[in-house]
């Protein structure tokens, strides 16, 4: 067995390496930035499962909004969130609630996953990640796009923040646990 050789020219691509990773993350990072509760939620206008524009403020004076970020259609974590959404979805309706959901994904994607688990609220196409950016929501591992979830009240403040890639489901109560005190 061949030990790692700490020669220069090795040391040097190893440096190399680690500074384009480095550099990779300054870069990816710059133009997001980070929401904090209180802050007022950035406004954008993408479009649904059908190609139809939604802007963010048309829901501000009208309704609480439960904006969530997810990594992609049809895979198992995101499946099981949007289908705890989906089940849930009457409750929020009634504590004055919209559910929103947004990925990368294009709109025929979300037109299959929003058909087959019968979703009855809208998703969203961010297929450059230009919001995804705006509200800071961090890729795991620099490669999976973040799972986040924005609880925003009527006046566009956000009141919560929740961030697990891996607790898919507990987007779901957190966000109705806010709600209940709003």
Known sequence: MKRFSKTPTTLILVCLGILSVFLFFVIFMADSKTLKVGDKAPDFTLNDAEGTPVRLSSFFGKKNIVLYFYPKDETPGCTAQA???RDSYETFRNLGAEVIGISGDDALSHQSFVKKHRLPFVLLSDNNNEVRKKYGVPSTFFLIPGRVTFV???????RHIFNSQFKAEE????AMDV???I
């Open 83 to 85: 289908c705890s959404f």
């Open 171 to 174: 987007h779901v109560t957190q």
């Open 152 to 158: 925003i009240d009527k006046e566009g403040t956000v």
């Open 179 to 181: 709600l209940n005190k």
